[in-house]
């Protein structure tokens, strides 16, 4: 079984930085992109962040110049980095791989358990 390990979210005043990590345990293969989602209640689950296996990196227009998301493909993990956090940043944080499990050779989408991130006024 594949699972998505988070941590690192918690309470912050606006302005401060948070930083996430998520990394994959189990019987993993081949990662493609890894990536960061959040959502709301009552909205839909969002994309933060992504980065393919080759370091290639997309943001949502609301968090560019804010965010860094990174990848360590040796152990099949991720970081988002997030500085200048607003309130508006509060939601359930959720790591997202494509990935190989087990013997498959077909590709999966696995998600984390979500963390909390609260940006306070």
């Known amino acids: 079984q594949v699972q998505l390990v988070e941590s690192g979210g918690g309470l912050v005043q606006a302005g401060g930085s948070l930083r996430l990590s998520c990394i994959a345990s189990?019987?993993?293969?081949?990662?493609?992109?890894m990536a960061w989602y959040r959502q709301v209640p009552g909205k839909q689950r969002e994309l933060v962040a992504v980065v393919t296996r080759g370091g290639i990196t997309n943001y949502a227009d609301s968090v560019k110049g804010r965010f860094t998301i990174s990848r360590d493909n040796a152990i099949n993990a991720i970081d988002l980095q997030m500085n200048s956090l607003r309130p508006e940043d509060t939601a359930v944080y959720y790591c997202y791989a494509d990935a190989q499990t087990g013997d498959s050779e077909s590709y999966f989408p696995i998600w984390g358990q979500g963390t909390q991130v609260t940006v306070s006024s």
């Open positions: 189990g019987s993993i293969g081949r990662v493609n992109d």
